[in-house]
């Protein structure tokens, strides 16, 4: 069976390449930790871009179906990520598949999945607040409830 690529958006990151290390000699040349467990060798590696900002850089060390198992990096270039991978997973270079989804795809594609889902007064999706709160016909954020509360504190402090 072949392996299967990658979705557009893993952990509310947009894929930029993607590589199957499946088969690859796992040279451990770093140490990947979740918790107090060491994470190994993984089918998957993703390089994405946070979508909450764009700008930070993630690999992602994910399983078959594309689930993250634990997150490495810190470089600020594709270019530097793929040779990171390449220390612990040799021959990885030659593997790697540019997906380059863009922002509005990933984000189209979140959008595709969630059913659309977004604060009814900012826009923001879930991934953009810390939670919201789902009515009938509206849906609020935390930050919108926190700059109304703000606001009509200012009201109050006016009258």
């Known amino acids: 069976m072949d392996a299967l690529a990658p979705p557009p958006v893993i952990n509310c990151s947009r894929v930029?390449?993607?590589?199957?290390?499946?088969?690859?000699?796992?040279r451990r040349a770093g140490r990947l930790f979740v918790g107090d467990q060491e994470i190994l060798a993984v089918p998957n590696l993703a390089i994405c871009a946070d979508l909450r900002s764009d700008a930070g850089l993630y690999l992602f060390h994910c399983d078959a179906d594309w689930s993250t198992i634990a997150t490495g990096g810190g470089e600020d270039s594709v270019a530097a990520m793929k040779v990171l991978a390449e220390r612990n997973y040799k021959g990885v270079a030659e593997r790697?598949?540019?997906?380059?989804?863009s922002r509005a795809e990933a984000l189209a594609w979140w959008d595709s999945q969630s059913g659309g889902e977004k604060c009814s007064f900012c826009g923001r999706r879930a991934f953009e607040v810390a939670r919201w709160i789902v009515g009938p016909s509206a849906i609020i954020c935390n930050l919108c409830i926190d700059q109304f509360h703000d606001l009509s504190w200012d009201s109050l402090a006016d009258a």
């Open 96 to 101: 790697w598949v540019d997906l380059n989804v």
């Open 16 to 26: 930029i390449a993607y590589a199957h290390v499946s088969g690859l000699e796992y």
